[in-house]
């Protein structure tokens, strides 16, 4: 600043500019202005699961990266998100792949897992030894965190999901690809996490043209199939109150 000379103790530590605490992820890079809970709280559920993958590993490559935007509310894209019901019927290629039967939810306290059997033994992880899901054949973790990032963990990497309200019937939504294993990233992969979004997109936007309607009325939460889109509007209801 020019001219200060004349100011008595200045520069003081109060006219430092703010500092906010980083925390890494690999190359991800996390922060928050008044965090609610710490960063190693709010990831712990996810590493649990995943913590055997080397996310330092993990590169960013932007030719694998898409940014779309979808003419809907952004949690209309979220409640499509946490439920997997729709799989069968709006995700023929997914549907190849993952074994509906045996899709599972779990929830945690500021998220949310979706887990996806392999229908066939080359989709799926190669699991160490003692981890909860030993034995099984798992083709993707779908973790959601609240209100707006979805980690998708794959064999071959991770597909980082922003969610950015750009208006009240707009919504960003940022892919954001990190490969592990590059070998395994075919480019059939990218075909279909275009494809899915794409069907994804149509969905959400018919949903939405659905609830502007003055027939549309709130309905029921599936016991089994919405635990995570009720427990997301759980949150929503209680960030709106505070």
């Given amino acids: 600043m020019p001219q200060f000379k004349e100011a008595k103790n200045f520069p003081a530590e109060s006219d430092d500019l703010p500092q906010l605490d980083l925390k890494y992820l690999g190359e991800l890079v996390f922060t928050a202005i008044d965090p609610a809970i710490s960063f190693e709280s709010w990831l712990k559920p996810m590493l649990d699961r995943v913590g055997f993958m080397p996310f330092d590993e993990f590169v960013y490559y932007p030719d694998f990266s898409q940014t779309y935007e979808v003419n809907a509310h952004w949690a209309l894209y979220c409640d499509n998100f946490l439920e997997g019901f729709h799989i069968p ?23 949310s897992l979706q887990v996806g059997v ?25 973790f959601w965190f609240f209100p707006n990032i979805m980690f ?91």
């Fill in 89 to 111: 019927f709006v995700h023929p290629g997914l549907n190849e792949i993952v074994s509906f039967p045996d899709y599972e939810y779990e929830i945690f306290d500021h998220g």
């Fill in 118 to 142: 392999a229908k066939a033994e080359d989709r799926a992880f190669d699991l160490p030894e003692g981890h909860p899901d030993s034995g099984r054949q798992i083709a993707a973790y779908w």
């Fill in 152 to 242: 998708n963990v794959y064999p071959w990497g991770l597909s980082l999901n922003l969610i950015n309200p750009k208006g009240l019937n707009k919504t960003e939504i940022r892919f954001e690809t990190y490969l592990w294993k590059p070998e395994l990233f075919k480019a059939e992969n990218q075909d279909l996490l275009h494809l899915t979004e794409m069907e994804d997109e149509a969905v959400v936007e018919s949903v939405q043209m659905g609830v502007k309607s003055r027939l549309y009325n709130k309905g029921r939460f599936s016991p089994k199939q919405e635990v995570a889109v009720h427990h997301f509007h759980r949150l929503v209801s209680e960030a709106m109150k505070s």
